[in-house]
């Protein structure tokens, strides 16, 4: 079976020959991308772009492990993504409470007081922001998973199945009732 070659996996290759276009586009492609998906996972904006630089680097580092001729660089991508945040929680297990709950808030406080009074627009992201991780920390893990991949991803089925080691029509199924949830949980 001979691999259709996106346009993703022709510029890691022409990354891993050393161009450094190709990595810039990569980087633009991808970057917006990441950094949703990193904010999905943790509460902290910095800590998101502190993973996000982290997933990039690692990239960088371990492009040549890429073999285009068998693989999907979309899916060999999102797994180091998804690793170097599952590698995070590992090395940060032990935080305290209190440590969590003061990088949530950190957003809100630095951001608001240069703000003129009477503009809440900032909180009301900040609080659309919060309500979206809250349902997101609700679903399962196997519903975080398939929500990121194709929601913050945008990740096709076939890559989807690739990366999740499911069929294609077990994931339509389980979009179908993750659409169900997410408009249930916020009518």
Sequence with gaps: MELQINPLNKLAARMKRGEKKAAEALYKELSGKVFGFCRTRVSSRQT??????????????RIETF??????????FWRLARNTVIDHYRE????????????ALEGITDSDSERPSGHNDRLDIKMEHERLRAFVSSLTEAEQEVFEARYVADLSYKEMAELLDKSEGALRVEITRLKKKIKAGFK
């Design 92 to 103: 940060k297990k032990m935080a305290s409470f209190a440590d969590i709950a003061e990088e």
């Design 67 to 76: 073999d285009e001729k068998k693989g999907n660089f979309v899916v060999w």
């Design 48 to 61: 998101a772009e502190d993973l996000s630089q982290e997933i990039f680097i690692k990239l960088v580092e």
